[in-house]
């Protein structure tokens, strides 16, 4: 029955990599490469991502910058992908020894995962109340064997306790599989996300239900594994600005409520502004700058940064929207130096000819840009950025005096 779970190999991870006190993952030296008849795309080019418990971080860039790839591979989703990295640590799993089979006991219940199409994520055949019901079945079935699991490998019990533990976990498992029980887990998920009339609901089949509604019970089928980290790969690039602004505040109930840590990604900047607490900026594969929403809307640095400020629109504002000129690099053969260089009207020379490395600003903000260089010329931020600024400002003062509930 358990031949197929997390071995003790799982578990084993270098003593410099083990977890900081309060992390629940620590990403060390990510690379993730494709192959293609041209070569290889070097999708992620080394970077470090930490997460701590009840954390909200967001991985920001345009498409093709590598976040939804870097995630990716703490679910092993990346299929056919050449991946390396020093550590990949999940909460004290080695996701890097993680065997195919054994990505069953990982997915659900150690991380789980929110798509942008909600629609590609359900079944359009079954009704909403009978994938629900499986996915709480699955589930419990996947926690019992992790729970065994655990049980087993505790080397601080007898074997006569263990066996104790063991039938009781069973016995749990058996009652949570009663069929009133399991309606009731359902009602209980369906009214958290805020689904109204929800023994209606389960009745409808997914087609039924708006963009948002779907892109609820998705989120509802997520935490019925209670995860510890839950991964948010756009989840609201097709909903409209208030559906938006619904699913951004179902999912800071996610943190506040269940303390579960996230994962948001985003292309959008303005979106993760009242959302998270802390960014990484992704341009061709690499993290550019990251920092607190502080550091990185009121003091930012790398000029890929500054285009990304510049290009949110004011909803004040007539004037035409700014977007970033030219295109990203080619990722089979990307540049030697900035991979922003080509587009970034402040580069120098040295940018066109050496990778600049992850300079220290302050303890939570770092910026990989030659303009940081202590022998490197004074560069303004530029006078569009700093009126975004202005207005990010009086955005931040809000958000901190709606939650000090002043």
Known sequence: ??????????YEIDKKYELQKGNILDVRNLKVSFKNKLGYVQAVRGIDICLRKGEIIGLVGESGSGKSVSVKSILGFNEGSTTTADCLNLNGINILTIEKNQWQFIRG????????DPLMALDPTKKIKNQIIDAIKITQKRKLNNKIFDIQRNTSIKDEEKFQQINEAKAEYKKNMIKDNVHMRMMEILSFIGINNPEEAIEAYPHEFSGGMRQR???AMTIIGEPDVIIADEPTTALDVTIQAKVIDLIKKLRDTMGI?????SHNIALVANLCDYLYIMYAGKIVEKGTIEDIFLRPKHPYTWAL???IPDENSDDELVSIPGTPPNMISPPKGDAFAARNKYARKI???????????????FAATWLLHPDAPKQEIPSEV???IKIAKKSIL??????NGK
Do not use: A, R
């Open 386 to 388: 700093k009126n975004k």
């Open 309 to 311: 400020i510049t290009s």
């Open 261 to 265: 840590s996230i994962i948001f990604i």
């Open 398 to 403: 809000l958000k901190k005096e709606k939650q």
């Open 351 to 365: 940018d066109f000819e050496k990778q600049p490395p992850l300079f220290q600003v302050s303890q939570t903000h």
């Open 1 to 10: 029955m358990f031949d197929k779970s997390l071995k003790l190999s799982n």
């Open 109 to 116: 219940t150690k991380v789980g995962y929110i798509p942008q």
């Open 217 to 219: 019970i998705v989120i």
